[in-house]
């Protein structure tokens, strides 16, 4: 019986098992092999082992052909920065609405749900553009500003690393919603309750019976907004310029401008590598946190 189990359960994840393999894997494999590559003069790469890709961003050069450049660690650090404010923007936003959502009618929240994905509707280009009309000196915040006289010029908002953080907010915001207000969903409301009749305050009842339920969610929300917004692209070759310019348009300008493949995929290996390892530390330690908060 035991063994037909197994094979029944075997039958059902091979597909998914197979697909991950070919599909994730793969590609990672690929680009893990070519990081340890030569990069080819023309274009594309030679079959020899080469670690100088990672000597140029960690300081081990050969200083002849390839040079050390703490410019890249900069941007990665850059980076990280400013996907860890989008993280706190999303949830400074989503929080307190999803408990107002949560006790919206049946069809009043399923209202909101839809004008939440809404935007997955529209291309995220012309959203991005949309953004840059709104920010551009001539655009409708500045003529709003100007009109009403709390400025005298028009702001620099545009092709700044304000307008990445608010373009990655705006875009990010969605995928912290739904994990947050799942876990809102299923706040155990007696424990509230409870809290409120033993004489708990609202800060109290918040820290020790709300936030431990909702910090799977927290926790959820923000590595599936922090991790995207690391590696992007095209938020920042919109809206930031060469002001915003992140880790991920390092990797697409040596794939496509540069053709140095090997030097992109180490750039994505170490992206790769230090994101896994900063969410795996943050989630691990906002669980323990939640568990901690719950216990006392």
């Not at 059902?12 to 080819?40: C, H, K, Q, R, W």
């Amino acid at each position: 019986m035991m063994r037909r189990q197994s094979l029944f359960l075997a039958s059902l994840l091979s597909p998914v098992t197979i697909y991950l393999g070919i599909f994730f894997i793969g590609p990672l494999a690929i680009i893990a092999v070519f990081s340890l590559l030569e990069p080819g003069l023309y274009g594309g790469v030679v079959w020899n082992f080469y670690h100088w890709n990672y000597g140029r961003m960690f300081g081990w050069a050969d200083g002849v052909i390839e040079y050390y450049e703490p410019i890249y660690l900069k941007i990665l650090w850059r980076s990280m920065m400013m996907a860890m404010f989008t993280v706190i923007a999303c949830l400074i936003f989503v929080y307190p609405v999803t408990f107002w959502v949560s006790h919206l009618s049946q069809k009043r929240q399923m209202f909101f749900m839809f004008l939440i994905t809404l935007p997955f509707f529209t291309s995220l280009i012309v959203r991005l553009y949309a953004w840059l009309m709104i920010l551009k000196p001539s655009g409708i915040i500045n003529d709003a500003l100007l009109w009403i006289g709390i400025i005298d010029q028009p702001l620099d908002m545009i092709f700044t690393r304000f307008a990445v953080v608010l373009g990655m907010v705006y875009v990010m915001i969605p995928f912290m919603f739904l994990p947050v207000y799942a876990s809102v969903e299923r706040l155990d409301r007696s424990l509230i309750e409870a809290s409120s009749d033993l004489g708990a305050r609202g800060w109290q009842t918040f820290l020790k019976v709300i936030l431990p339920q909702t910090l799977p969610g927290i926790a959820g929300g923000s590595v599936i907004v922090f991790i995207p917004s690391v590696g992007n692209f095209v938020i920042p070759d919109v809206l930031g310029g060469a002001k915003g310019l992140m880790i991920g348009n390092l990797v697409e300008q040596q794939f496509l401008d540069a053709r140095n493949w090997p030097f992109g995929a180490a750039l994505s290996m170490v992206i790769m590598t230090v994101v896994l390892t900063v969410m795996l530390i943050y989630a691990l330690k906002i669980m323990r946190a939640g568990q901690n908060v719950g216990a006392s």
